[in-house]
């Protein structure tokens, strides 16, 4: 795949251990590594998402001009698509990972949200028709 800049899609998440972040993504969601530059930085990618993760050392975590500093979580997520969510989230509590909730169902389709290393939301997102 082509990871020029022009066609991918960039999030950022401020996160507390770019290291171990780095880890996550990689190990349990299928992301691969384009740079690390810990403690500061790191980008991985996953089809056309580039997730950028950035420490406390960043230019992104440097305070704001009334001293306010960016921090990890919040409500605001990624959704990851998955062909069996039941089946992922097995897999995921298995391997020591945590959930904020259960799956819920809707009318679009189900889904769960995991939780990082520093407290980011990743939405599992397995639509109706699936």
Known sequence: MDHTESNLVNV???VEDVDKSVDFYIKYLGFSLIRNNAPAFADVVKGNLRLLLSGRTSS???AMP???LPF???WNRIE???EDL???VTKLKKQG??????I???PGGSQILLIDPSGNFIELFQPANR
């Open 97 to 102: 990972l945590h959930f904020r909730n259960e």
């Open 12 to 14: 950022r998440y401020m």
């Open 104 to 106: 819920i169902t809707g």
């Open 80 to 82: 990851l698509v998955v």
């Open 86 to 88: 039941s089946a992922e």
């Open 66 to 68: 009334d001293g306010t």
């Open 60 to 62: 992104a975590g440097r």
């Open 72 to 74: 990890p979580g919040g």
